[in-house]
């Protein structure tokens, strides 16, 4: 609903003259009209009411301008610049940040170049792999210090977008949605909320509702000084924006997933992991990304609705199609499954372990528990910091192995696949990761990977921004071990990574008919 009518406004900051360039930008959607001007961004609320946003008056878009401007800081420091008046002058012109009273407000921001947001570098296949890791831990990051809502979130926060849900796929998608498929759909969400009801309240209490962006996909970050960057996070409603930090994370590794990105999603997903130690929540992960996906198709067809272009609408009601599918689909993950991957150092244990990890289990892939990584963090160091022999001593590693061991049961006890990567040149080891799965009845696969020790230690030796310490004279004290009986599927690793990874993959298909590989 258009409440005030913006058009001389909007005709003010359309001009190159306002700000002394000589060209503008207009970027719209239904709740802004974004200027580009220069080096700076000027972004203008509609004056629009909707059931869950209201930019209805003049004082109410201020109100919000700022919010804008105080939360997004919280991530995009560099972007937001604050907050202007449009002014109207005593001659009836209109300035910006004039002597006259406010007619409207705008949030100042530095401009960036459109290529540098990360759905358009998706969409053009240039989103590198690398900046996932990295991504992760600023999200994580963000959620650690974000403000705790308590009186948000829970069973009833959830409750509410799946009757959201519900209730925008029925009004507008009967002319192109299945309405049996609609319905299955939500009677499933319902039933998974209730299983999930008291883990959701216990989250809830225990401080993981907070005011987070609300807004977390691709779309919505972009590179700055070469690093992700989250923006244009919610203000307008704390329904949406205060939430359970895995359902604010499940946008993103939902979009990535539908993107065809699995292991970019697994990359984000295991990082922020490894920050957080979050697996408390790991059950409700299909929940929280299937109302993700059905919150995507809720909008594409509200959107498509709205389209006087024939081709665009059918765009989006295809569209909405795929969110639909792909909404019903997370709610029936497949079985777990726990991996181990032992071999000496240099052999390519997680070079294995961080590709098959997105071709296993439910969405976003497999929980990778790497030996070197949970090392350095029960060692209160960096990951990329190099520790002393006496971090590397019996007592020590028996602890890295038992956290492992936690880390692998819970992961799986919640319904994800695992994947363990140690050395487990002890066959104590082994056979006691073994009994993990073995209690929890889920199947086990055991893989060992061989190579020369030239290979070995020429590996290592070309390690760059890793965490393992391992070099040559920690290969032959390895090698010197007497590792039993290895009964795990030996794989030649001194051949290309693809090729381990692809007799892995034919390996794990054969195991077990409950093991699903993608």
Same mark, same amino acid.
């Given at each position: 609903?258009?409440?005030?009518?913006?058009?001389? %406004?909007?005709?003010?900051?359309?001009?190159?003259?306002?700000?002394?360039?000589?060209?503008?930008?207009?970027?719209?959607?239904?709740?802004?009209?974004?200027?580009?001007?220069?080096?700076?961004?000027?972004?203008?609320?509609?004056?629009?009411?909707?059931?869950?946003?209201?930019?209805?008056?003049?004082?109410?878009?201020?109100?919000?301008?700022?919010?804008?401007?105080?939360?997004?800081?919280?991530?995009?420091?560099?972007?937001?610049?604050?907050?202007?008046?449009?002014?109207?002058?005593?001659?009836?012109?209109?300035?910006?940040?004039?002597?006259?009273?406010?007619?409207?407000?705008?949030?100042?921001?530095?401009?960036?170049?459109?290529?540098?947001?990360?759905?358009?570098?998706?969409?053009?296949?240039?989103?590198?792999?690398?900046?996932?890791?990295?991504?992760?831990?600023?999200?994580?990051?963000?959620?650690?210090?974000?403000?705790?809502?308590?009186?948000?979130?829970?069973?009833?926060?959830?409750?509410?977008?799946?009757?959201?849900?519900?209730?925008?796929?029925?009004?507008?998608?009967?002319?192109?949605?299945?309405?049996?498929?609609?319905?299955?759909?939500?009677?499933?969400?319902?039933?998974?909320?209730?299983?999930?009801?008291?883990?959701?309240?216990?989250?809830?209490?225990?401080?993981?509702?907070?005011?987070?962006?609300?807004?977390?996909?691709?779309?919505?970050?972009?590179?700055?000084?070469? @690093?992700?960057?989250?923006?244009?996070?919610?203000?307008?409603?704390?329904?949406?924006?205060?939430?359970?930090?895995?359902?604010?994370?499940?946008?993103?590794?939902?979009?990535?997933?539908?993107?065809?990105?699995?292991?970019?999603?697994?990359?984000?997903?295991?990082?922020?992991?490894?920050?957080?130690?979050?697996?408390?929540?790991?059950?409700?992960?299909?929940?929280?990304?299937?109302?993700?996906?059905?919150?995507?198709?809720?909008?594409?067809?509200?959107?498509?609705?709205?389209?006087?272009?024939?081709?665009?609408?059918?765009?989006?009601?295809?569209?909405?199609?795929?969110?639909?599918?792909?909404?019903?689909?997370?709610?029936?993950?497949?079985?777990? %499954?726990?991996?181990?991957?032992?071999?000496?150092?240099?052999?390519?244990?997680?070079?294995?372990?961080?590709?098959?990890?997105?071709?296993?289990?439910?969405?976003?892939?497999?929980?990778?528990?790497?030996?070197?990584?949970?090392?350095?963090?029960?060692?209160?160091?960096?990951?990329?910091?190099?520790?002393?022999?006496?971090?590397?001593?019996?007592?020590?590693?028996?602890?890295?192995?038992?956290?492992?061991?936690?880390?692998?049961?819970?992961?799986?006890?919640?319904?994800?696949?695992?994947?363990?990567?140690?050395?487990? %040149?002890?066959?104590?080891?082994?056979?006691?990761?073994?009994?993990?799965?073995?209690?929890?009845?889920?199947?086990?696969?055991?893989?060992?990977?061989?190579?020369?020790?030239?290979?070995?230690?020429?590996?290592?030796?070309?390690?760059?921004?890793?965490?393992?310490?391992?070099?040559?004279?920690?290969?032959?004290?390895?090698?010197? @071990?007497?590792?039993?009986?290895?009964?795990?599927?030996?794989?030649?690793?001194?051949?290309?990574?693809?090729?381990?990874?692809?007799?892995?993959?034919?390996?794990?298909?054969?195991?077990?008919?409950?093991?699903?590989?993608?």
């Amino acid at each position: 609903m258009i409440t005030e009518d913006q058009a001389a %406004v909007i005709g003010f900051l359309s001009r190159a003259t306002t700000y002394g360039v000589e060209r503008v930008e207009r970027i719209d959607t239904h709740a802004s009209a974004v200027f580009l001007a220069g080096d700076r961004a000027y972004k203008l609320k509609r004056a629009v009411q909707f059931d869950y946003l209201d930019f209805s008056t003049s004082e109410r878009r201020r109100v919000l301008c700022e919010a804008e401007v105080r939360l997004n800081r919280r991530t995009a420091p560099s972007l937001y610049r604050g907050v202007i008046a449009v002014t109207r002058e005593s001659d009836g012109t209109y300035a910006l940040g004039g002597d006259g009273p406010p007619a409207d407000w705008v949030v100042e921001m530095n401009r960036f170049p459109q290529d540098a947001l990360l759905d358009r570098l998706a969409a053009a296949g240039r989103l590198d792999r690398s900046l996932m890791s990295p991504l992760g831990a600023a999200i994580a990051a963000f959620h650690a210090t974000a403000e705790v809502r308590g009186d948000h979130g829970g069973r009833t926060g959830m409750a509410w977008v799946i009757e959201g849900n519900a209730d925008g796929l029925a009004a507008h998608g009967s002319t192109c949605l299945d309405p049996v498929v609609v319905r299955r759909l939500t009677a499933h969400a319902r039933d998974a909320l209730e299983t999930r009801a008291a883990l959701l309240e216990h989250r809830r209490v225990s401080g993981y509702v907070r005011q987070c962006h609300g807004d977390l996909h691709l779309r919505n970050m972009v590179l700055i000084d070469g @690093q992700p960057t989250l923006f244009d996070g919610v203000e307008f409603n704390d329904e949406i924006a205060c939430t359970d930090v895995l359902y604010d994370l499940a946008f993103l590794l939902m979009d990535l997933w539908r993107r065809r990105l699995p292991q970019h999603a697994n990359a984000v997903w295991n990082r922020y992991l490894g920050e957080t130690s979050d697996l408390d929540g790991l059950s409700a992960l299909p929940l929280f990304l299937s109302c993700r996906a059905a919150v995507r198709a809720k909008t594409s067809v509200t959107a498509a609705r709205m389209q006087e272009d024939a081709a665009r609408r059918l765009a989006l009601e295809a569209s909405a199609g795929d969110y639909l599918q792909l909404a019903e689909r997370l709610l029936a993950p497949p079985a777990p %499954v726990l991996i181990a991957i032992g071999g000496l150092s240099g052999s390519g244990k997680s070079t294995l372990a961080l590709t098959l990890a997105p071709l296993v289990g439910a969405v976003p892939g497999a929980i990778v528990c790497r030996s070197d990584e949970m090392r350095k963090r029960m060692s209160g160091v960096p990951l990329l910091q190099r520790l002393g022999p006496e971090h590397y001593a019996a007592p020590m590693s028996a602890r890295v192995y038992a956290a492992l061991r936690q880390r692998a049961r819970q992961a799986i006890e919640a319904g994800h696949s695992a994947i363990v990567d140690a050395v487990f %040149v002890r066959e104590e080891d082994r056979r006691l990761i073994e009994d993990v799965a073995a209690a929890a009845s889920v199947p086990f696969v055991g893989v060992w990977l061989d190579a020369p020790e030239p290979v070995l230690i020429e590996r290592t030796e070309r390690r760059r921004e890793d965490a393992s310490d391992a070099d040559a004279a920690v290969i032959r004290r390895q090698r010197a @071990q007497d590792p039993g009986a290895i009964r795990w599927h030996r794989i030649d690793a001194a051949v290309a990574p693809a090729s381990v990874l692809d007799t892995a993959r034919d390996h794990l298909r054969t195991h077990s008919a409950a093991v699903e590989v993608s």
